[in-house]
């Protein structure tokens, strides 16, 4: 009895009121507890987000707005950083290169994903063998990627190439012609990034009721169609969720760009993460370089605010 | 219910196996057999790497391409080690992700217990920051985050790329906060009662019970940590305190047309998670797996 009673006054103590002091007194005292200790708990990430994060945003939006190489005087440059910059015929490249490199990676991403997901989901005992091959390509380093695929791209030495003069394809000089540079960067991105698309499609494959596939089955649906009506469907929260982190990471990419070229990309292999790094660092001209950051950072959230306004139309959710 | 739907899948595929007889068998070795190809195919540039590295330089341009070199040789190894300095690049990358990952596990911790365990003033629209966060790109930030590490004497020196890793990580925080909230009131209640206060309840209940999620958040944050390219880039100018993929990047620059020695560095680079991985895949999928599942 009386360890129930203390049982629940210590439920008392963790979640509401205490019947001994009066309500209000107890629970603004409480309350004020309650927020010291959230805070020590809380003060080290705190002391980080302010820092690292809110601070380093704030001030980038006001840099934006000035013109400032980091060391000299800042003078007031109104909007004048982003008329600069979006009408910089470079960096309007840069733009069309990203924009063309996410046209080219995600569809690959998601669609190779989806493929080896459904397939794998068969594979039996095996699938742990496939998932090492598939997937160890996503945890090596980005510069190991590119030093390896720098190698295949290279026209005098790459067995690429050589196999596809082999089945009597055009071989093409990937990273200096203008015209596949951006193609090749897609295809080091979908062998890199396939295993992370496959093993989210498996998670979301393997939370499908089956017996949503069993009724198909039963009311003599094809493998197509069970995979057009009933699998795509169910699948869409995933697809959703894959979409818009691909489309933001690809918005992003720049690792594979600098261990191609270093800071001497050619026009046709820059993209705007790689202008904002040039424009900061290479000519130090901060105010321009956060614009231009701020600039994508809007795209990213006007392009994933449409995903998710486009939802309502085709992601389905159980529950 | 879930037996009930077993009992009729193996009902269906009794039945189709019967009618169909061999086919499902040749179906199944197709599959197969697409997806020991298309493995081959994923894991072929390793293998290129790999090999590559114990091959002479005169093997590189041998024509049509040879995966196995003809004698092997440990030049390439040499050559890389004789021209960076990849013992400290070596250490300072394990050292800085370890730092990294064992701070940032015990802050993200921390900050989640008051996310889910404290009723604090502030408490949703603090979380509700931190969400929005994780939104925003690394680059928009680098340039301000440049100057504030010029300010506190923090560029070209391993702090400028541990501490804010290591005391800010959103994803960390929200991750461990699902966590705790699936992790009974009462268990602390009886800690309580008994005289523990938060931060013995903490340490001694919550944080024991959330060494499955830590040690997939762990692998990850030190992954994270291991690879990064981006923010090493950006404040270290000295190779001394290059990490590993600066320095493989830096090496390439120096041995371009060396391609066994290249391949060497980039081995030295990607093996060590590849072998992490090899030992922990179970893990690490499962942690990719709820990272997705979660938002």
Not at chain 1, 67 to 73: Q, R
Not at chain 2, 175 to 191: D, F, H, M, N, T
Not at chain 2, 237 to 260: A, C, H, I, M, R
Request: charged content about 15%; glycine content about 8%; aromatic content about 14%.
């Amino acid at each position: 009895m009386a360890v129930s009673s203390a049982g629940s006054r210590a439920r008392a103590r963790l979640t509401s009121a205490d019947p001994d002091v009066h309500p209000d007194r107890r629970s603004r005292r409480r309350r004020g507890r309650d927020t010291a200790a959230g805070y020590l708990f809380l003060a080290p990430q705190l002391l980080g987000l302010v820092v690292f994060m809110v601070g380093p945003l704030l001030f980038a939006l006001v840099l934006a707005f000035y013109h400032w190489d980091g060391f000299g005087t800042r003078s007031f440059a109104g909007l004048s950083n982003f008329t600069e910059v979006m009408s910089s015929q470079r960096i309007q490249r840069a733009a069309v290169n990203t924009v063309w490199f996410t046209v080219l990676q995600v569809p690959g991403l998601m669609l190779t994903g989806l493929f080896f997901a459904l397939l794998m989901q068969r594979a039996g005992k095996l699938t742990p063998v496939y998932r090492l091959a598939f997937f160890a390509p996503v945890i090596t380093s980005s510069v190991a990627v590119a030093a390896i695929w720098l190698w295949l791209f290279n026209p005098d030495i790459s067995p690429v190439n050589n196999a596809l003069r082999g089945i009597g394809l055009p071989a093409p000089n990937w990273l200096q012609d203008a015209r596949f540079v951006i193609p090749a960067f897609a295809i080091v991105g979908i062998w890199q990034g396939l295993g992370y698309q496959l093993i989210m499609f498996m998670a979301g494959l393997q939370s499908i009721d089956r017996s949503f596939l069993e009724a198909a089955v039963l009311d003599g649906c094809s493998e197509w169609q069970k995979l057009r009506h009933v699998t795509i469907p169910l699948l869409s929260p995933t697809i959703l969720f894959l979409s818009i982190t691909s489309i933001i990471g690809s918005f992003q990419v720049f690792d594979y760009i600098y261990v191609f070229f270093d800071d001497r990309a050619p026009d046709s292999a820059r993209t705007i993460v790689y202008e904002v790094v040039r424009i900061a660092f290479g000519e130090f001209n901060f105010g321009a370089a956060s614009a231009l950051a701020f600039l994508l950072f809007l795209a990213l959230l006007v392009v994933t605010g449409c995903q998710l306004a486009a939802q309502k139309k085709w992601v389905h959710y159980t529950e | 219910m879930s037996t009930f739907s077993d009992t009729l899948s193996r009902a269906v595929t009794t039945a189709k196996g019967a009618s169909g007889s061999g086919r499902p068998a040749r179906r199944k070795l197709l599959l197969h057999a697409v997806l020991v190809v298309c493995a081959i195919g994923m894991a072929l540039p390793f293998a290129w790497m790999l090999f590559s590295s114990f091959k002479p330089l005169s093997e590189i341009f041998v024509q049509p391409p040879k995966l196995l070199p003809q004698d092997w040789t440990e030049q390439g190894y040499r050559t890389a080690l004789g021209g960076a300095d990849f013992v400290r690049g070596f250490w300072n990358s394990t050292y800085i992700a370890l730092t990294v990952t064992a701070v940032s596990l015990l802050t993200s911790a921390m900050a989640a217990y008051a996310f889910s365990r404290i009723d604090f003033w502030g408490r949703r629209p603090l979380f509700i920051v931190f969400l929005a966060t994780m939104m925003v790109p690394g680059q928009l930030t680098i340039i301000p985050l440049y100057i504030i590490m010029g300010w506190l004497g923090w560029v070209d020196t391993h702090a400028a790329i541990i501490v804010p890793p290591a005391l800010f990580n959103a994803f960390g925080v929200f991750l461990l906060r699902q966590y705790i909230k699936g992790i009974p009131v009462e268990l602390e209640e009886a800690a309580q009662i008994d005289g523990a206060g938060r931060v013995r309840r903490f340490v001694t209940i919550i944080l024991p019970l959330l060494r499955t999620p830590l040690t997939a958040l762990g692998i990850f944050t030190f992954l994270g940590q291991w690879n990064n390219f981006f923010f090493p880039l950006i404040f270290l100018n000295s190779s001394e305190k290059f990490t590993l993929p600066l320095l493989v990047n830096q090496f390439k620059g120096q041995y371009v047309s060396d391609w066994p020695a290249l391949m060497a560095a980039t081995t030295l680079l990607a093996a060590p998670m590849l072998i992490v991985f090899a030992f922990a895949q179970r893990q690490i999928v499962e942690g990719i797996a709820l990272s997705g599942s979660k938002s």
